[in-house]
Protein backbone atom coordinates (compact mmCIF):
# COMPACT_ATOMS: atom_id res chain seq x y z
CA UNK A 1 0.00 0.00 0.00
CA UNK A 2 1.46 3.53 -0.70
CA UNK A 3 2.06 5.58 2.01
CA UNK A 4 1.87 8.88 -0.01
CA UNK A 5 -1.58 9.12 -3.02
CA UNK A 6 -0.13 8.95 -5.82
CA UNK A 7 3.79 8.23 -4.28
CA UNK A 8 4.94 6.20 -7.43
CA UNK A 9 4.24 8.97 -9.07
CA UNK A 10 5.89 11.43 -6.61
CA UNK A 11 9.07 9.50 -6.50
CA UNK A 12 9.24 9.03 -10.68
CA UNK A 13 8.66 13.43 -10.83
CA UNK A 14 11.25 13.70 -8.29
CA UNK A 15 13.76 10.96 -9.45
CA UNK A 16 13.61 12.62 -12.97
CA UNK A 17 13.81 16.72 -11.73
CA UNK A 18 17.43 15.18 -10.20
CA UNK A 19 18.47 13.12 -12.81
CA UNK A 20 18.04 16.79 -15.09
CA UNK A 21 19.53 19.07 -12.43
CA UNK A 22 23.11 15.95 -13.02
CA UNK A 23 23.48 17.20 -16.23
CA UNK A 24 22.74 21.18 -16.16
CA UNK A 25 24.51 20.79 -12.57
CA UNK A 26 27.47 20.60 -14.74
CA UNK A 27 26.53 24.31 -15.78
CA UNK A 28 24.55 25.65 -12.79
CA UNK A 29 26.67 24.23 -9.99
CA UNK A 30 30.01 23.15 -11.00
CA UNK A 31 31.52 26.63 -12.71
CA UNK A 32 30.92 28.38 -9.08
CA UNK A 33 32.19 25.49 -7.65
CA UNK A 34 35.76 25.56 -9.41
CA UNK A 35 36.02 29.15 -9.12
CA UNK A 36 35.30 29.01 -5.44
CA UNK A 37 38.23 26.55 -5.42
CA UNK A 38 40.51 28.94 -7.57
CA UNK A 39 40.42 31.89 -4.91
CA UNK A 40 40.74 29.54 -2.45
CA UNK A 41 37.84 28.59 -0.55
CA UNK A 42 36.79 31.74 -0.52
CA UNK A 43 33.61 34.01 -2.45
CA UNK A 44 33.87 36.61 -4.75
CA UNK A 45 33.93 38.82 -1.22
CA UNK A 46 36.72 37.27 -0.19
CA UNK A 47 34.78 35.93 2.88
CA UNK A 48 34.64 31.98 4.02
CA UNK A 49 31.33 31.95 4.86
CA UNK A 50 28.15 34.37 3.40
CA UNK A 51 25.05 34.44 1.52
CA UNK A 52 27.23 33.13 -1.56
CA UNK A 53 28.97 30.91 -0.43
CA UNK A 54 25.88 29.20 1.22
CA UNK A 55 23.58 29.01 -2.34
CA UNK A 56 27.17 27.89 -4.14
CA UNK A 57 27.68 25.33 -1.47
CA UNK A 58 23.63 24.04 -1.64
CA UNK A 59 23.62 24.35 -5.26
CA UNK A 60 27.00 21.71 -5.53
CA UNK A 61 25.93 19.24 -2.98
CA UNK A 62 22.09 19.03 -4.84
CA UNK A 63 24.22 18.09 -8.23
CA UNK A 64 26.64 15.71 -6.18
CA UNK A 65 23.57 14.07 -5.10
CA UNK A 66 21.39 14.41 -7.45
CA UNK A 67 22.37 11.24 -9.82
CA UNK A 68 21.95 8.64 -7.02
CA UNK A 69 19.23 10.03 -4.90
CA UNK A 70 17.27 10.23 -8.68
CA UNK A 71 18.14 6.88 -9.30
CA UNK A 72 16.96 5.78 -5.34
CA UNK A 73 13.71 7.64 -5.81
CA UNK A 74 12.76 5.66 -9.57
CA UNK A 75 14.15 2.32 -8.02
CA UNK A 76 11.95 2.58 -5.10
CA UNK A 77 9.26 3.72 -7.79
CA UNK A 78 9.86 0.95 -9.31
CA UNK A 79 9.77 -1.53 -6.40
CA UNK A 80 6.37 0.10 -5.00
CA UNK A 81 4.84 -0.62 -8.52
CA UNK A 82 6.02 -4.21 -8.93
CA UNK A 83 5.53 -4.87 -5.01
CA UNK A 84 8.93 -5.77 -4.71
CA UNK A 85 11.20 -5.75 -1.48
CA UNK A 86 10.51 -1.94 -1.34
CA UNK A 87 11.92 -1.76 2.31
CA UNK A 88 15.56 -3.50 1.36
CA UNK A 89 15.90 -1.53 -2.11
CA UNK A 90 15.45 1.71 0.04
CA UNK A 91 17.67 1.06 2.71
CA UNK A 92 20.10 -0.89 0.71
CA UNK A 93 20.72 2.43 -1.48
CA UNK A 94 20.17 4.83 1.43
CA UNK A 95 23.07 2.78 3.76
CA UNK A 96 25.56 2.90 0.57
CA UNK A 97 24.73 6.54 -0.57
CA UNK A 98 25.69 7.72 3.39
CA UNK A 99 28.63 6.07 2.96
CA UNK A 100 29.62 6.99 -0.34
CA UNK A 101 29.01 11.02 0.79
CA UNK A 102 32.24 10.14 3.07
CA UNK A 103 34.54 12.89 1.44
CA UNK A 104 37.80 10.89 1.73
CA UNK A 105 38.82 8.04 2.61
CA UNK A 106 42.73 5.99 3.28
CA UNK A 107 44.20 4.41 0.53
CA UNK A 108 43.56 0.86 0.47
CA UNK A 109 46.01 -1.83 0.24
CA UNK A 110 46.69 -3.91 -2.34
CA UNK A 111 44.65 -6.62 -0.82
CA UNK A 112 41.53 -4.26 -1.62
CA UNK A 113 41.74 -4.25 -5.03
CA UNK A 114 42.91 -8.18 -4.92
CA UNK A 115 40.35 -9.16 -3.17
CA UNK A 116 37.76 -7.41 -4.62
CA UNK A 117 39.09 -7.94 -7.81
CA UNK A 118 38.59 -11.74 -7.33
CA UNK A 119 34.76 -11.23 -6.72
CA UNK A 120 34.30 -8.91 -9.37
CA UNK A 121 35.80 -11.61 -12.02
CA UNK A 122 33.49 -14.39 -9.80
CA UNK A 123 30.64 -12.35 -10.26
CA UNK A 124 31.03 -11.63 -14.15
CA UNK A 125 31.89 -15.71 -14.54
CA UNK A 126 28.49 -16.39 -12.67
CA UNK A 127 26.21 -14.10 -14.82
CA UNK A 128 28.29 -15.30 -18.08
CA UNK A 129 28.67 -19.02 -17.17
CA UNK A 130 25.21 -20.48 -17.22
CA UNK A 131 21.99 -19.90 -19.12
CA UNK A 132 20.10 -16.98 -18.17
CA UNK A 133 17.04 -17.40 -16.65
CA UNK A 134 13.99 -15.06 -15.94
CA UNK A 135 11.66 -15.77 -12.94
CA UNK A 136 8.60 -14.10 -11.43
CA UNK A 137 10.43 -14.39 -7.30
CA UNK A 138 9.70 -11.53 -5.48
CA UNK A 139 12.90 -11.40 -4.07
CA UNK A 140 14.45 -12.32 -7.13
CA UNK A 141 13.44 -9.40 -9.35
CA UNK A 142 14.57 -6.81 -5.70
CA UNK A 143 17.88 -8.23 -6.15
CA UNK A 144 18.06 -7.92 -10.01
CA UNK A 145 17.06 -4.03 -9.43
CA UNK A 146 19.34 -3.60 -6.63
CA UNK A 147 21.82 -4.59 -9.34
CA UNK A 148 20.72 -2.16 -11.79
CA UNK A 149 20.90 0.73 -9.08
CA UNK A 150 24.42 -0.41 -8.28
CA UNK A 151 25.17 -0.68 -12.11
CA UNK A 152 23.45 3.02 -12.55
CA UNK A 153 26.11 4.35 -8.82
CA UNK A 154 28.95 3.00 -10.58
CA UNK A 155 28.25 5.11 -14.38
CA UNK A 156 27.93 8.32 -12.28
CA UNK A 157 31.45 7.22 -10.31
CA UNK A 158 33.03 6.97 -14.01
CA UNK A 159 32.16 10.14 -14.85
CA UNK A 160 33.33 11.75 -11.97
CA UNK A 161 36.71 9.89 -12.42
CA UNK A 162 36.63 11.77 -16.11
CA UNK A 163 35.66 14.94 -14.29
CA UNK A 164 38.32 14.79 -11.39
CA UNK A 165 41.24 13.42 -14.36
CA UNK A 166 40.51 16.52 -16.42
CA UNK A 167 39.94 14.25 -19.38
CA UNK A 168 37.31 16.81 -21.08
CA UNK A 169 40.13 19.54 -20.12
CA UNK A 170 43.59 18.43 -20.99
CA UNK A 171 44.64 22.24 -20.66
CA UNK A 172 44.36 21.35 -16.94
CA UNK A 173 46.20 17.89 -16.97
CA UNK A 174 49.66 19.70 -16.04
CA UNK A 175 48.18 20.73 -12.86
CA UNK A 176 48.40 18.32 -9.57
CA UNK A 177 45.75 16.22 -9.21
CA UNK A 178 44.35 15.40 -5.51
CA UNK A 179 45.26 11.90 -5.08
CA UNK A 180 42.84 11.36 -1.86
CA UNK A 181 40.29 12.20 -4.27
CA UNK A 182 41.03 9.69 -6.73
CA UNK A 183 41.85 7.10 -4.33
CA UNK A 184 38.26 7.72 -2.92
CA UNK A 185 36.76 7.56 -6.33
CA UNK A 186 37.93 4.23 -7.59
CA UNK A 187 38.14 2.67 -4.54
CA UNK A 188 33.76 3.58 -4.41
CA UNK A 189 33.74 2.55 -7.85
CA UNK A 190 35.17 -0.82 -7.37
CA UNK A 191 33.00 -1.65 -4.74
CA UNK A 192 30.57 -0.50 -6.73
CA UNK A 193 30.94 -2.50 -9.57
CA UNK A 194 31.50 -5.48 -7.37
CA UNK A 195 27.99 -5.27 -5.56
CA UNK A 196 26.59 -4.51 -9.07
CA UNK A 197 27.95 -7.83 -10.70
CA UNK A 198 27.34 -9.73 -7.05
CA UNK A 199 23.52 -8.91 -6.87
CA UNK A 200 23.03 -9.87 -10.72
CA UNK A 201 25.05 -13.05 -9.96
CA UNK A 202 23.00 -13.86 -7.25
CA UNK A 203 19.57 -13.00 -8.97
CA UNK A 204 20.64 -15.32 -11.75
CA UNK A 205 21.34 -17.95 -9.66
CA UNK A 206 18.31 -17.71 -7.75
CA UNK A 207 16.44 -17.65 -11.24
CA UNK A 208 18.63 -20.81 -12.24
CA UNK A 209 17.66 -22.49 -8.83
CA UNK A 210 14.07 -22.20 -9.03
CA UNK A 211 13.80 -23.14 -13.15
CA UNK A 212 15.75 -26.41 -11.87
Known amino acids: MN ?36 RGGVSEGGNALDLDVVVGATKTIMWMF ?15 KYDLLTRYVAVGGGAWLVLWSWPSLPVPPAAFYIVFGAFLLAGIGVVLSGKIETSNDRTTRTIFLG ?58 VRSRLIHD
Open 147 to 204: SLMFFAFATWEVCGLGTTGRLLHPDESQEPLAHNILVTQSSKLMVEFVLAWGLLALSL
Open 66 to 80: SFQLGVLCLAIAHAR
Open 3 to 38: VLPNGNRLLIVLGGLLLVYAFFGNYVALPGYLRFLS
